[in-house]
């Protein structure tokens, strides 16, 4: 369990992204939550981000250019992995190839993959060899990357 620099809300730590302030005195996303540095984790919310960068915590004082800069990291980062999962899943045979023509748009495919629960043709056109269970490996982190990509992309910067 962690404790998130902006609400102080304590959550656990899959659901919060970390920020590390290296060396040199730069502040970056970290994707990994494994880099060196000195750490702190917030809510993916802009608001929580803005909250975490005051006066208070003087290690992530950022101003909005930064914050927009780190956001739009985060934002690259969750896509890419949404994009990644959802070719992982055609491989797999988990979408029907013939059905799947726009490919331009892998956040409505993966929001189906995560909806997909039993085998046959779905509404838009999603099919699945066997049904898609919660203990799949990827749908999990598909669930995740999508949540967190969704509440990061609640406010424009």
Known sequence: ?????????????????????????????????????????????VACLRKASKARHPRFNLSLTEIGTIVKEMRKHYAGGIARTVERAARMGYLKE????????????????????RPGVEPGGYAGPAPIKDGHPFLTALARDLQLLERLSSEVF
């Not at 799947?100 to 909806?115: K, Y």
């Open 1 to 45: 369990m962690r404790q998130c620099l902006g609400c102080k809300g304590v959550f656990p730590r899959h659901e919060l992204l970390r920020l590390v302030k290296q060396p040199d005195g730069a502040v970056c996303f970290d994707a990994s939550r494994q880099a060196p540095g000195r750490g702190g984790y917030v809510c993916p919310d």
């Open 98 to 117: 013939s059905g799947v023509e726009d490919w331009s748009d892998p956040l409505r495919i993966a929001r189906a993959l995560c909806e997909h629960n």
